[in-house]
């Protein structure tokens, strides 16, 4: 099966290299103007020299778009072998496939068995998923995957509606992108 589209690294040192898309059936790629627009709301002291997980990585576009901008290295979960191939294919041809590692396994399960901690935790799961409240309640439960200050951020379609709230993870903002709502949740304080 082809890959959904080309699309491009929006930002930094890989800025302009193509990357391929998604194979598996109902993937749906970040777009572009959102990736951007997550990473424009995001400080750099997020994701700049940081650990980075990429959750139902899909194309890996996110996790790659941040290190892109300087993360030190990312983590990239994704369930389909096929997708995990088009994720290390990203990764080489951005000049990135020694600071990704690709985990080709269900995400509550990578959660549950996990070292971390991650400062930025980036999600972008099936626009349908109906148990996103549970993955968020896994991650926020999980031994040392967060840390203080962690930032996660959630996209999802905006007729599924998000907690204010996932224990210690506190929602900071959400921006409304056509049918797409990106949530940004903070680990800790306030």
Do not use: W
């Not at 040192?13 to 109902?26: F, N, Y």
């Not at 030190?72 to 088009?86: G, L």
């Not at 995400?107 to 971390?116: H, P, Y």
């Amino acid at each position: 099966m082809r890959p959904k589209g080309l699309m491009r690294v929006v930002g930094g040192q890989a800025k302009g290299r193509r990357l391929k898309g998604t194979v598996s059936p109902g993937g749906r790629p970040t777009t572009e103007r959102v990736r951007a627009a997550i990473f424009n709301m995001l400080h750099p002291e997020v994701y700049q020299d940081r650990q980075v997980l990429d959750l139902f990585a899909g194309s890996g576009s996110l996790g790659i778009e941040a290190l892109s901008l300087g993360a030190a290295n990312a983590v990239f979960v994704e369930r389909d072998r096929r997708q995990c191939e088009v994720i290390r294919s990203n990764l080489e041809r951005t000049g990135f496939g020694n600071q990704g590692q690709v985990r080709c396994e269900d995400v509550n399960k990578f959660l549950r068995n996990s070292s971390g901690p991650y400062q930025l935790v980036l999600m972008d799961p099936p626009y349908k998923m109906e148990n996103l409240d549970q993955v968020l309640e896994t991650l926020t439960s999980a031994m040392g995957v967060l840390e203080e200050g962690s930032v996660v951020v959630v996209g999802h379609s905006r007729f599924i509606v998000s907690n204010p709230e996932y224990g210690p993870l506190h929602l900071e903002s959400t921006r409304l992108y056509g049918d797409n709502v990106v949530g940004i949740y903070r680990q800790g304080g306030d």
